[in-house]
């Protein structure tokens, strides 16, 4: 599931990556404040437009501070790889997928992108 603030468009193709917990490794909230702070200043210097999401377990008990991205798939792998996470969400034409970064795994077809989005308000 994914938490937003705004819909989402059906037209566009993005990332959704997070810094937070590399390599599946759960950190303290303030570590990864701090995680976080430094990919959204990375992704200010690199001009690429982004927006908040939470990624999250389906019973919400889980929840990872994240950004759709709006980058080429092979960039948001390469950014994944630089803020040590396993793997990427792409979003194209509806479709999620799982991509691995630092996992050597195959992507991975999950299903439709928008039943899985919840919108905080709009």
């Avoid at 599946?24 to 982004?50: A, E, I, R, V």
């Avoid at 999401?53 to 919400?60: E, H, K, N, R, Y």
């Amino acid at each position: 599931m994914f938490l937003c603030h705004q819909r989402l468009g059906q037209d566009i193709s993005f990332a959704i990556i997070s810094a937070q917990n590399p390599a599946g490794d759960l950190h303290h909230p303030s570590q990864n404040l701090l995680l976080d702070k430094h990919f959204s200043d990375f992704l200010d210097q690199l001009n690429l437009p982004y927006r908040a999401i939470i990624g999250c377990s389906p019973d919400l008990s889980f929840q990872e501070k994240s950004w759709a991205v709006l980058c080429e798939k092979s960039k948001a792998v390469d950014l994944a790889i630089r803020f040590k996470q396993n793997a990427i969400y792409w979003v194209e034409a509806g479709k999620l997928f799982l991509v691995p970064a630092l996992l050597q795994h195959q992507e991975e077809y999950l299903g439709a992108f928008y039943p899985r989005q919840i919108v905080l308000a709009e």
